[in-house]
């Protein structure tokens, strides 16, 4: 499976291809004039562009907004690799999430359970069973 930074360098690309050719439909304005229309900062959008930066949804909802666009636009050509890496990165962040959530001891406790499944897990896989 492929990792994070892979991924998120694959979207950068995807959002990144995604506005020129949304730059190029509305007539190939400067940067400098979407920016303006977009209400954006101009570093900010260059950067998005260029695929130097992975843009805030809100600023994805933005662009889309004023192009009257479909979120889809920008990830229809994710593979499902791509997704399958994007759902297990926002279930361990929901985990974590829920398990900050939680008080100290039972915190505690979890850790202890996991641990204790760990070693299991370990002696298990070099028993040869």
């Not at 959002?15 to 730059?23: A, C, H, P, V």
């Not at 260059?46 to 949804?57: A, N, V, W």
Request: proline fraction near 2%; aromatic fraction near 8%; charge should be positive.
């Amino acid at each position: 499976m492929e990792n994070k930074t892979t991924v998120e360098k694959r979207l950068k690309t995807l959002i990144s291809t995604k506005l020129q050719e949304i730059r190029e439909a509305a007539g190939g304005q400067s940067l400098e004039k979407m920016a303006e229309q977009l209400n954006l900062n101009y570093t900010v959008l260059f950067h998005i562009y260029s695929g130097k930066y992975l843009p805030r949804l809100t600023t994805l909802t933005q662009i889309l907004d004023f192009y009257n666009l479909p979120i889809e636009i920008f990830f229809k050509d994710l593979t499902n690799k791509d997704k399958a890496t994007l759902a297990k990165n926002a279930s361990h962040a929901t985990l974590i999430s829920d398990f900050d959530k939680l008080d100290k001891p039972m915190q505690a406790s979890i850790l202890k359970i996991v641990r204790k499944l760990n070693l299991k897990e370990k002696k298990h896989r070099y028993s040869g069973k």
